[in-house]
């Protein structure tokens, strides 16, 4: 058997694994201090950025085309509009019910009572980014998405802005294709759409094959620069998060998609393997959503339209781990003040956590940088919100991840959803 052939029996999945394995390994090892001609991890850091900054730099212009052509292509209906709506809402709600559910039974923020001054001493200050637009108001949030130009979502990254941008030019292109449909300039921009995303997809397939060198890479900078010690310290916070993760993506996702999508667990997780890991790996969204559409279609067999529409539009209401993420650390942080938050003030947390998932989708830490405003929301002191962001940040590198997977396999789920709704439909 060819040796090239060998290598593309194994899977992006394996390979993304191995390279997370040596990663850590490399972190552990030698931490911040140089070991191959004055290199260290934080080198093999910055290579692997590289990679991962690739694959943001397809994935907005990938989306883009991707919307457009499926426009001329395929049919986006209001009914599937509302059928994404529906997936999107039952998903998030079930994640706020898991999430809320571990924080009432097992009250973890009581271990943290009387230890907040302690821990904030013992453990590192860094840095939170700043994002001066955010904001949890429904309007701001719609004014913030309308550009001010078609280039400026693409240099941005502004994918709810992208994906508005292709919905137009998309439509005009399909109502133009529809009125004059042998106008040799309509012709060759419907070919030029779609000669377009073929080519994105070459480019991402050679892009994807260094996906597990920047996996190493990203994860040998991180486990160097924060270590593993500090997850002794915040076991609690960090487990009982991880575990809600876990019933979400693990549990329920292959529920779900065996009781609405007809798909067994097994095939969807193994489905879901290589685009999962690899958000777990570049901690993107973004960056995994070409991985996203390929695993869609070529290990799920789910339809280009159905696959688009929730990969590329609805990956902007499919972030059901930010979700989990702001709600359990708000009641966490509320447990560990010691203030009891009723029902009405817990729903309240959810609504903040659901618009913020939505307002900063697709930006790097995306829960980390609105957990502030989510925080503020739910009554916290602004003193205990300013104190605890430090607090996090440390273990926020591992949380992250997972909140990308579960981001990543919410994508994949309210797919299958959308085809199985589409062949009942038939």
Known sequence: MPLSHAKKKLPLSVQVVLGAAAGAALGVAFGKDPYLLGMGNEQLGKLGML??????????????????????????????????????????????????????????????????????AEVPHQELRQVSDVSLDPIDNLAGYVPESFVEPLLKNTIISIVLAGVLLGAALRRLQQQTPDDPGVKTLVGAANASFRVLVQVLEWVVALAPYAVLGATADAVGRNGLAVLKLLFPFVGILLLAMAIQALLYYPFIAWAWGKRSPREYMLGCSDAALTGLSCNSSLATVPVTLKCLTEKLGVSESSSRLAACVGTNLNNDGITIYECMTAVFLAQALETDLGLSQQLGIVAASVMASVGMAGVPEAGLIVLPLVLGSSGLPPQVVTGVIPLIMPVDWLIGRARTGVNVMSDMVVAVMLEADEEASA
């Open 51 to 120: 990679v991962i900054k690739l694959l943001k730099a397809l994935a907005a212009p990938l989306i883009l085309v991707a919307i457009v052509d499926a426009f001329v292509r395929t049919q986006f209906t209001f009914k599937q509009g509302l059928r994404l709506v529906r997936a999107c809402a039952l998903n998030a709600a079930v994640a706020c019910l898991v999430g809320l559910t571990l924080m009432n039974l097992f009250h973890p923020g009581n271990l943290w009572r009387g230890q907040l001054d302690k821990m904030l």
